[in-house]
């Protein structure tokens, strides 16, 4: 077996907003093609995480490091230039745009020919998304929704994806879903990392995670090893 390869590590990562403390000293890491879940309650750290990662957020302390580069004061967009996209917490779709017009806005990055290629790509993976590829996307179920946001984010093909709360609000048959449009993803060799307060479904979806309070790390390890924790009533 091949040795993985670290794609993302974060290092004392600290985040405050104002004199609140949102995240204090944490360490995680993402391997290449590997899936990886944060979880935790409400107010945890969870979307705090995936910002400063994506670079939505400023770093008060700790760094950042993606493909050997320490990105820690590295803007959005050129994070996504490197290949980091993000689903956001509650889909965020464009509700007036057309499927495709969605999915498009995402590859941004791209040339035209790229974006073609990934387009198509995407509606074979996702027949519906072809089926529907004009219908707004402010018509579509919940987990409809999530899929257009999913895939928008793929549209530029990033080497790490990050799902903030994909699960959020959704109905058990969206969340199935959701999962399997994930699984998709898991399939192309992408790594994921995805945040997360409805555990069991993400559980099932991570090789390995880590378990957030109050802006701190509690346990990380593989999913048998946090499990128990991840689940219990503290956390959800």
Sequence with gaps: MAEATELLRSEGLTVRYGGIEALRGIDIY????????????????????MKAVIGMVPVAGGSLVFEGQNITSTSTAKRAKMGIRISPEGRRVFANLT????????????????????????????????????????????????????????????????????????????IA??????????????????SEQMARPALKLASRGYVLRSGSLRRSGAVAEIRELALSEDYL
């Design 30 to 49: 993402v391997n290449s093609g590997e899936t990886v879940v944060v979880v935790g309650a409400n107010g945890a750290g969870k979307s705090s995480l």
């Design 99 to 174: 499927i495709e017009a969605n999915m498009l806005a995402g590859g941004y990055t791209m040339s035209t020919k790229e974006r073609a290629a990934s387009m198509e790509w995407l509606f074979d993976t996702f027949p519906m998304l072809a089926d529907r590829r004009n219908a707004k996307a402010g018509t579509l179920s919940g987990g409809q929704q999530q899929m257009v946001a999913i895939a928008r984010a793929l549209t530029a093909r990033p080497k790490l994806l990050l799902l903030d709360e994909p699960f959020l609000g959704l109905s058990p048959v969206a």
């Design 177 to 194: 879903e959701t999962s399997n449009a994930i699984r998709v993803v898991q399939e192309q060799g992408m790594a994921v990392l995805i």
